[in-house]
């Protein structure tokens, strides 16, 4: 049905397609478009010649004034390329200014029929793009007054016509303009009442009733007309109760109806665009008598001029997500109609890609930033309050078990060993005097001082032997540069370097909250570090912290890791990239549950 459709759709665009003789009408409509405004120095249509090559001029303004070379090339490229095109010739003749030239095809349907060709006084690419959309609209217009007999055109028709375009194209939105369109052509044809209606999903919906801006509340006006342009639309005819004397037989069961109610007789013509019915133009006159042949021929050339500008501005209003569906479903019945077995190989072969990303499973990697540490850290603290004296070893150097590693200042310490040696001199002295002398009293209290004495010096002994730090065990040194310290003060208890034993590391992986779901103690993985990308590393998962840290603004679980081998390359501070193989997936879900993870968790977050 929609195949018989669009061919008679197509049979109503060309009717009645006849170019011979003058063209007063042709040359009216011309010469009106071009003197709207100033900027147009020139135009004129050519036609091209049935098996000629070349094409010849039709219409001119003005008159007088021979067709340049360039507007004739500009029109010949025009119909070469069916399409619009724009020239700025090297030398201008309108004025000191720089002209240009363009060019419009006029074809109607599949037939080719000529171009329209105007120069303009400025190069300004604003101005010329804006004369261009109006050439391309007026394009409409010369094509109905070419397709029409001559004899039955009159000069005041284009003029009729062009008002029509400008009631149009003088409104942004669609009801507006069709409003202004009904509005403008029932007072020009002294219709009873005129109405636009658009094609919707298979039905009509009402968008314009002349002299009438709320329309809404009569609902049952509203279904009888729609049903009369439904019965139009449905035989992709023009139907008119009563019927013309001399026209075939068509159903007018529902513009049988519409005359009864309204007591007006009416005719509904089809909105052609493109091969397709768009929309239908209802018209009611006084009386109950046909319209003529002549009449009713002129109210089709109207409707195939308004066609295509209420499509355009119909499209115009189309949500983003129509556009898109309508070019799917176009781009999807051009496809299926090619004879060519390539798109569709290409299409099969795209649906079999497609099922193996969702049933082919693949392994799933968990990826994370990691980093390597020392396997155990042992911190050297002050074991004093005091100065740096000297720093011996620097970040990076391999130390011996017993290595002298930091030296504090001692003077003071010495200068107190000193005070408790003498001490301890003098006591034992006072001991073995008053034992001489038998004073057991003196030899008590001696004894008690020369052991308190001693007891002294060998804490300052110990304190001298620990401002000495010396290293715990063998390994390097992670922190702790104090080489540009020396003097600083220090208190007891201060950290003043790390020391990690050699070949001895853990990995640490910083796993997003969002995967660590997926991460167990005894996973695989691999590692590739930023120094050394092309090696891959084995490791084993050994423990996963329960707890949460917040780095780089991102809440992450530390996974503790063992790796497999150590190489000699291997320093604690490297960073990579570590992957946890967490199981098998489909690719397809690989690649778009970070996506759908989000949609579910924003879909709670609006309370769906």
Known sequence: MSDIKENKAQEMTGRTQSTS????????????????????AEGAV??????????????????????????SSAAKAAVQRLRSVTIIPTVSEYGSEQSCIIAVPLHSGNRLLGAVVLAIRTSDSEITTARLADLEQAATTLVVL?????????????????????????????????????????AMLKFSRSSIGMMEHGHIRIIAISNSADFQNHQDLLRTMGSAMEEAADQAESVASPPLEDDK?????????????????????????NGQIIGVLCLE?????????????????????????????????????????????????K???????????????????????????????????????????????????????????????????????????????LLEKRKWESEVIQQENNFSGALARQDRTQYAISQ???????????????????????????????????????????????????????????????????????VKAGQKGYLALSAQPVEKMAFVVERVTPMAAVKNGRNTFEVEAKLVDNSLFLR?????????????????????????????????????
């Open 21 to 40: 003789g003058e063209m007063p009408a042709l040359e009216s409509y011309l010469q009106t478009f071009c003197e709207r405004t100033s900027d147009v």
């Open 448 to 518: 008690a001082k020369a052991t308190q004495a001693r007891a002294e010096l060998e804490l300052i002994e110990q304190q001298l032997e620990r401002s000495r730090i010396v290293a715990p065990m063998e390994g390097v040194i992670l922190e702790g540069d104090l080489s540009q310290s020396l003097g600083a003060p220090v208190k007891r208890g201060d950290t003043l370097m790390k020391l990690a034993p050699r070949n001895q590391y853990r990995l640490m992986i910083d796993v997003d909250e969002r995967d660590i779901a997926d």
């Open 249 to 273: 037989p068509r159903i007018h069961l529902a513009h049988s109806a519409l005359v009864k109610r309204t007591g007006n007789a009416a005719c509904s013509i089809p909105l052609v665009s």
């Open 572 to 608: 604690p501070g490297l960073q990579g990239v570590a992957k946890i193989e967490a199981g098998s997936r489909p690719v397809i879900w690989s690649l778009t549950y970070r996506i759908v993870d989000w949609l579910r968790l924003t879909l709670w977050t609006l309370g769906a």
């Open 46 to 71: 050519l036609l091209v010649e049935s098996g000629a090559a070349d094409i010849n001029k039709v219409a001119q303004w003005p008159e007088q004034r021979q067709l340049s070379l360039t507007m």
């Open 285 to 333: 006159y006084q009386g109950v008598t046909s319209p003529s042949r002549e009449a009713m021929v002129w109210y089709e050339h109207i409707a195939t001029l308004v066609a295509p500008l209420l499509e355009l501005k119909q499209q115009a209003e189309r949500t983003w997500y129509a556009r898109v569906m309508e070019s799917v479903r176009a781009g999807w019945a």
């Open 146 to 186: 070419l397709s029409t007999n001559p004899a039955a055109t009159r000069p005041a028709d284009a003029a009729r016509l062009l008002q029509l375009q400008t009631a149009l194209l003088g409104q942004d939105s669609l009801a507006n303009a069709a409003g202004a369109f009904v509005n403008e052509l029932t």
């Open 335 to 413: 496809f299926l109609q090619r004879d060519n077995p390539t798109p569709k190989i290409a299409l099969g072969a795209t649906l079999l890609a497609i099922a193996a990303l969702t049933l082919i499973p693949a392994t799933y990697r968990v990826g994370a930033q990691a980093h390597i540490e020392g396997a155990t850290q042992r911190v050297l603290s002050a074991p004093a309050d005091g100065f740096i004296q000297r720093a011996n070893v620097r970040p990076g150097d391999v130390v011996k078990a017993g290595d002298v590693l930091i030296e504090l200042a001692d003077q003071d310490l």
